[in-house]
């Protein structure tokens, strides 16, 4: 990871499913710094990065995406751009401090339906995806994923 920088963004979007907020944060690659030609139009790849058991808020994913997006070994020198995505629905950080609602909001979204679905966390990956393919310059073709445990 030889940083060129990134810069970052809070990002908010919506979860069909259920209508819930989602709050997680864009990662795109710093525009270079000589702005001697025109910017060129870049089509890059799209990762969405899900959270741990901290949430959405944890300063690990912050340097996590910063790291993806400067990766240039793997996307090349343009890098991509990272949604930190949001599944509990956590604004503030309230999950690392409130492990009693975490429980509860995880167990929400993990518990499958009486059919064995877990249509809650299937909405909320979606609206993730859909949020990070969505964006200007990403190719909706070319989305990743990566996350750990919830």
């Not at 970052?8 to 710093?30: N, T």
């Not at 690990?60 to 996307?75: H, I």
């Not at 751009?81 to 629905?89: Q, Y």
Request: proline fraction near 6%; aromatic fraction near 8%; glycine fraction near 12%.
């Amino acid at each position: 990871s030889n940083g060129g920088g990134s810069v970052a963004s809070p990002f908010m979007y919506k979860c069909k499913i259920d209508g819930s907020s989602l709050y997680g944060h864009i990662y795109r690659p710093s525009p270079p710094s000589n702005n001697a030609s025109s910017p060129v139009k870049r089509s890059l790849p799209g990762i969405v990065l899900f959270h741990t058991g901290a949430g959405p808020q944890d300063i690990f994913l912050r340097w996590k995406a910063d790291s993806l997006v400067n990766e240039r070994e793997v996307f090349g020198d343009e890098g991509c751009v990272v949604l930190i995505a949001d599944i509990i629905g956590d604004a503030s950080g309230w999950a690392w401090h409130d492990r009693e609602k975490y429980e509860a909001v995880r167990k929400s979204i993990l518990v499958p339906d009486a059919n064995g679905e877990r249509k809650k966390l299937t909405g909320r990956v979606q609206a993730a995806i859909d949020a990070i393919a969505s964006q200007p310059g990403v190719d909706a073709e070319r989305i990743g994923a990566m996350g750990f445990c919830l």
